[in-house]
């Protein structure tokens, strides 16, 4: 589940958020804050997708650069707050 995770969160980085590069490029290590693409805006876009998404709740206070920084960051982070049974909602 969690390599889906991250497949799913790029394909939402590369698509929805404009990912400037090309998409081999947007590697599970990559700071999304220092290339630019996470600003305050998209960040609210991200947290939106994974609440609505994968069903979690994403508060104030975890959006923080610990929890968003890398796809690496966002997979762990939305790994903690799914339960063990949970599955993303179907598109």
Not at 1 to 18: A, G, P, Q, Y
Request: charged content about 25%; cysteine-free; aromatic content about 6%.
């Amino acid at each position: 589940m969690t390599s889906d995770i991250k497949n799913e969160v790029r394909h939402f980085i590369i698509e929805e958020l404009e990912w400037p590069g090309d998409s081999d490029q947007l590697g599970d290590g990559v700071s999304l804050i220092d290339e630019g693409v996470l600003d305050s805006l998209n960040l609210l876009e991200l947290a939106h997708f994974l609440q609505s998404h994968y069903r979690i709740r994403v508060e104030d206070i975890d959006v923080v650069a610990q929890n968003f920084e890398t796809l690496d960051a966002i997979e762990a982070f939305v790994a903690s707050r799914l339960p063990t049974s949970s599955s993303p909602v179907a598109q």
